[in-house]
């Protein structure tokens, strides 16, 4: 059961408020029966109508979690014909869309739901949910540059806020670096410029972690659904704007 407000701005027909004041106005009916404001309803076994109209029943919500292989784009559908996120999962019934995005060039942990809420929820910059990538970079980074990825690299859309940065390795005879950096905004292409920024360019980018869940046991280009619990996390971070996926430390 849920507030009838709530079911009525899921369903897209108007915001919260609006859809109050619909009901204050008398325009809403459960089951035939006009309803009243702090009513509430159960949106998949009861008939609710605004202005003699029904809503749409409530589609399921589903929740996976992408291994992302390079060279397919985070978009529902491409005007180009490009391979999607989407070619990688199965066919399912409802719209799910990429909660965020990675690059074409990038591989990693991609969530897909058909829950706008939460997929809001997490992208709200408020939230400060954490990503971690692990960059495969040119050449081999300072200290003082280590420390200006923490600090907050200048972009042309502003100083990037602290992240984390480590070191993995460095490959002498590549002449490259692994680093593992965490970062809980999600500027275009960030690390990418971020590391270009400080004189090291990216070869190859992985999200390996988002929200403080991982790729562990999902191969390259396979999923898997999240479950109950993974689910009730996301949910308590989408709408807490101080623990950010830290939950790991
Ligand atoms: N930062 C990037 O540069 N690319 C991505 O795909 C994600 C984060």
């Known amino acids: 059961m849920e507030r009838l407000q709530k079911i009525i701005s899921q369903a897209g027909v108007a915001s919260r408020r609006t859809a109050e004041k619909m009901i204050e106005e008398g325009r809403v009916t459960v089951d035939g029966v006009v309803a009243t404001l702090g009513a509430q309803a159960d949106a998949a076994s009861q008939t609710i109508c605004v202005d003699g109209k029904p809503l749409k029943k409530a589609e399921a919500h589903v929740y996976f979690l992408l291994n992302k292989p390079k060279g397919y784009i985070s978009t529902a559908k491409d005007e180009r014909g490009r391979k999607t996120v989407l070619d990688l999962l199965p066919e399912v019934a409802e719209r799910i869309y990429p909660v965020g ?74 002449g490259r670096t692994k680093l593992e950096i965490s970062i809980h905004e999600g500027k275009n292409r960030q690390v990418r410029r971020m590391c270009e920024a400080v004189g090291h360019p990216v070869q190859a980018l992985k999200r390996t972690e988002f929200a403080g869940l991982s790729l562990s046991g999902v191969k390259r280009g396979e999923h898997r659904a999240l479950s109950e619990d993974e689910v009730a996390y996301l949910y308590e971070l989408a709408k807490d704007p101080v623990s950010g996926g830290r939950r790991k430390g």
């Open 101 to 174: 995005r990675l690059d074409n060039g990038t591989e990693g942990l991609l969530l897909l739901t058909n829950d706008g809420e939460l997929m809001n929820g997490l992208l709200h910059p408020a939230r400060e949910v954490w990503k971690t990538y692990v960059a495969q970079v040119e050449g081999r980074l300072t200290r003082a540059e280590l420390q200006t990825l923490r600090n907050g690299v200048a972009l042309e859309d502003g100083v990037t806020a602290p992240a984390k940065a480590r070191v993995l390795d460095w490959d002498d005879r590549q």
